[in-house]
């Protein structure tokens, strides 16, 4: 109403069509880092789904394997006691923000990886096991859950990429700061002790 | 002392490679994430790289194969390869499926026969939606009675059309499909159209605050009484357009063949000889 406030208004007009115009440029990208971010759930779900199915294959291979080769016991014993230990450990909601809760995870399941690589190691040693129908069935399922399970992670650690780069470059970081401040990086996969030396066996 | 000697071998390596599997999930999580792989383009249902096939074994398979397909909507494609890049045929083989969709966009119901015959490997890559039927148990006994004595004995044609039989036969069992055929074709054409039109909207919206930035452009010389023009509305709407196409865009074999879009994880089993 008042001329000094028309003379604003005029005055913040270009600067604020400017800013207009850039957000808009930029504008798209406000729903990019919760995209990002369902995405990233989603493979982590897959990622459990199937550690779980691998667990679910355990009891049976442990079962085959007793049935042939009973006096292992320590090596049955500790694959059922890391598959327990696995599957009943609490994954907290946020455990893909939270790197404590991660890494019990992970070391965890390399534990589980680990148990289950010595006892398929020394099943070479029984013929009448590795003859056995039922333990090929079970050895080419856990195959198939291990390739499973490597592709779930490479593509968790894909859309982990994508999510925290998009939170930390422009014009994501924008974002990020005006409106999604609570978001926080999440946890990617590193190397576990246990995989990394495989249990060698001499043929 | 035979016997127990083959058994070991075999078994030996299915061991060795569920070692290599689990030391590759290792190297694996350590690698940065290059994609500098090379994919064969998909020339076909039968994809020759490594020209192993004569004309009439890939003829026959490819009608074998679209024969599938208009029966179940299972894609199913089958490629020899020239060279696994350095990669395991494990890694190589969901990233090819992955780029090339083979299998039905939602349904993920692709499979590939995948043939590597300078590294001596074979694998059939399940795609999600097929990995009930076509088990991991069930691909391994495909493979190693039907496909690896035959590539042992350097019957590439014969172990391959054996193989395709195989697994034709396992997916062919699903008799539900057949009834819901028609009905999942007309579902999928729709959802497909569906996802043309997203970059529209898109569009639209920037179109509606380009409309808007006009307007603040427009005001000031209209004067206190000022308001938007009439020339201002000859701002064309795209919706106003007739380009909402919605036509198939080729996933349903009419002329070429390509992939309908469908998504791997890994599923399958492999074998070397």
Known sequence: MSRSAIAIVRGVRLPALVLLVGLLVSGCGINTIPSYEETAKAKWSEVQNQYQRRADLIPNLVETVKGYAKQEREVLEAVTQARARATSLQIPEDVITNPEAFKKFQDAQAQLSGALGRLLAISEKYPDLKSNQNFLALQSQLEGTENRIAVARRDYIEAVRAYNTELRTFPGVIWYKLLYAGNKPMETFTVAEDVQRPPQVKF | ?273
């Open chain 2, 1 to 273: 002392m035979i016997g127990p000697a083959r058994m070991s071998r075999r078994s030996a390596n299915i061991l060795a490679r569920l070692l290599v599997v689990l030391f590759g999930l290792v190297v694996l999580t350590a690698v940065a994430f290059a994609q500098s792989l090379t994919f064969p383009a998909l020339s076909g249902r039968v994809v020759d790289d490594a020209n192993i096939l004569d004309a009439a074994t890939r003829s026959a398979l490819s009608e074998k194969l679209a024969a599938l397909e208009d029966k179940t909507t299972d894609q199913f494609v089958v490629v020899t390869l020239k060279s696994l890049q350095g990669q395991t045929i494990e890694t190589y083989g969901y990233q090819l499926g992955r780029h090339w969709g083979i299998g039905q966009k939602g349904k993920n119901n692709g499979v590939l026969l995948i043939v590597a015959p300078n590294e001596r490997k074979v694998r059939i890559e399940v795609g999600y939606g097929l990995e009930g039927t076509l088990t991991d148990a069930l691909t391994k006994v495909i493979i190693e009675n039907a496909i690896t004595p035959r590539f042992r004995a350097n019957d590439y044609a014969g172990g391959i059309t054996r193989g395709v039989d195989d697994v034709i036969q396992v997916l062919s069992g699903d008799t539900e499909l057949f009834k819901q055929q028609t009905a999942v074709k007309e579902a999928l054409r729709r959802q497909q159209s569906k996802d043309e039109y997203a970059p529209l909207f898109g569009l639209f919206w920037f179109a509606l605050l380009a409309f808007i930035v006009f307007v603040l452009l427009q005001a000031p010389r209209g004067g206190r009484r000022g308001g938007p023009r009439g020339n201002i509305w000859i701002v064309p709407f795209p919706g106003s357009a007739g380009s909402w196409s919605s036509g198939s865009s080729g996933g349903f074999s009419d002329g070429g063949f390509s992939g309908g879009g469908g998504d791997f994880g890994g599923g399958g089993s492999s074998g070397s000889w």
